[in-house]
């Protein structure tokens, strides 16, 4: 167990709909990062937070939107979702920003 | 952040060592070598890190060359659970801008009963 948690574990949707993954981190880490992976394109960053603040961007197209609040939790909005949005959504977290990340075990995505 | 090449699959017997090979001629001074794990649509897992000594833990041993341009994994006792994707990362150290990881393709070990 990483001890980072996300929910939901298994999401299912529509396409055109929006939904919010969440991601609490590890007790006391203050960096959170997001990852997508797809069959085609294995595991992509998307974006970094920094006690609160964001620090780095990846691959995240201007439909998907991430925030960390005051209390560390991260939360990624996926909107006008589209099939090939299905995939896997992994969250991971570091003390400080060159600790080693420890990553959940992610929501899966499906848009139908 | 410096490109790393692993081979594709590699496979190890049940109980012997695994030695997971990567490259990264390309590696900066202050860039360190990570390696994670997936097993099957689980999260990666982290296992060891290192900048230019090695290192050893309790799930396994990194061995970095003395040039830095490449490394090795080692697994002591390989056992089926170990079957997994392993990703060989290179990533910015303290004072560099880029703590994210990237990620490859990996090496598909398989370990057989």
């Known amino acids: 167990d990483s001890g980072v948690t996300q929910t939901p574990k298994h999401l299912i949707t529509a396409t055109g709909q929006r939904v919010t993954l969440r991601c609490s981190p590890r007790s006391g880490d203050l960096s959170v990062y997001w990852y997508q992976q797809s069959l085609d394109q294995g595991l992509q960053f998307l974006i970094q937070y920094y006690n609160g603040e964001e620090r780095a961007k990846g691959n995240i197209l201007e439909r998907f939107s991430a925030q960390q609040f005051p209390d560390l939790h991260s939360e990624l909005n996926l909107s006008s979702l589209e099939l090939g949005d299905s995939a896997l959504y992994f969250c991971?977290?570091?003390?400080?920003?060159?600790?080693?990340?420890?990553f959940g075990n992610g929501t899966r995505l499906t848009v139908t | 952040d410096a490109k790393t090449t692993q081979p594709p699959s590699m496979d190890c017997a049940e109980g012997r060592a695994a030695n997971l090979p990567c490259n990264h001629s390309t590696i900066s001074g202050n860039e360190y070598v990570y390696w994670y794990r997936q097993i099957h649509s689980q999260g990666p897992q982290y296992i060891i890190h290192?900048?230019?000594n090695n290192e050893t833990n309790e799930m396994a041993s990194l061995i970095i060359t003395e040039d830095r341009k490449s490394s090795t994994l080692i697994l002591p006792h390989a056992t089926l659970r170990d079957t997994a994707v392993y990703y060989c990362?290179?990533?910015?150290?303290?004072?560099?801008?880029?703590?994210?990881?990237?990620f490859g393709k990996g090496t598909l070990l398989t370990v057989n009963p």
């Open positions: 991971a977290s570091s003390l400080i920003r060159d600790s080693p990340l420890h």
């Open positions: 290192g900048l230019k």
């Open positions: 990362i290179v990533r910015g150290g303290s004072g560099g801008s880029n703590y994210k990881l990237t």
